[in-house]
């Protein structure tokens, strides 16, 4: 009896001691980097631009459209000669109110970015097919948009429609590499995902293509500085291949930043537009 008196006093001594530890040790917390010792070190631009021509040339498994196509079909904007022919934010805005509108923006701007870049045949096939495929919009039920996009695009497409080359530039892997070529500049002024979010805009004219992502950033420190970049690609249909790649900082906005951040700040976004195009590279 009396060893069990002692067993349970070392027990509850060292429940004790294991409750207090825990008490008196803060949580972790995961919040922006605070220590600006590091700095990112600089990556060549042709790095930059051979990394987003590796990534194109994997076939559809292994990049993300499955997850980014739906995501960005509602901001996406589509112009032929210069006349909007897609425009993702008013389409969604149709549906609005139905309760699968996402679904229903991706249909109308896939299917019409089909129709221009692989002909009207395989957006009929595309839109049949949508509807056997996204069967949870009939029935009204549940349902992964992306699972069911990506067997919608394995029974349409093929590794070589052009549909599926475009809607690649699309994807984050490849907007990716320009965020890793800024990393000194987000490292030295930290900011994170600002105002006016992420959005692409298609240029066809004749044979050439133009993606342009427009990304928003604002400053961790408040109300310090907010400011937009611009990655552009440029493609050829008929080589069907990327041919130039420009990344510029534009609409930078300092507020409470001191001058010498100010003045640090502006060189590197000189330097960065001044370097970051694949003119002489490819």
Known sequence: MILCIVIGGILAVVVLV????????????????????????????????????????????????????PRLATKLIVKVEGKTVIEGPEILKRHDKEQYSIELT???????????????????????KFEETFKYITTKS?????????????????????????????TQGLFASAVEYMMPLRTKHRYHDGYSGWNVQVEINGDHVSVIHKKGETSY????????????????????????????????????????????FLAYVEKINREAHSEGLN
Not at 21 to 45: D, G, H, L, M, Q
Not at 117 to 126: H, N, Q, T, V, Y
Not at 236 to 243: A, D, E, Q, Y
């Open 142 to 170: 549940e349902g992964d948009c992306a699972m069911f996009f990506k067997q919608l695009c394995y029974s349409v497409f093929t590794e070589d429609a052009m549909t599926l080359f475009v809607m690649k530039t699309f």
């Open 106 to 128: 991706l249909k109308e701007t896939v299917s019409e970015l089909i129709r221009i870049f692989d002909g009207a045949e395989l957006s009929r096939k595309f839109s049949e």
């Open 18 to 69: 294991v409750c207090v530890y825990k008490a008196a040790t803060p949580r972790r917390r995961y919040n922006e980097i605070t220590n600006v010792s590091f700095i990112a070190p600089e990556i060549p631009f042709g790095q930059t631009f051979h990394k987003v021509e590796t990534l194109l040339a994997k076939p559809m498994g292994e990049t993300s459209i499955f997850i980014d196509v």
């Open 221 to 264: 420190k408040a109300d310090a500085f907010d400011f937009e970049w611009c990655l552009t690609y440029g493609m050829s249909l008929s080589k069907k291949r990327i041919t130039d790649m420009e990344l510029k900082i534009i609409n930078t906005q300092f507020r409470n930043y001191s001058n010498d951040l100010q003045l640090d």
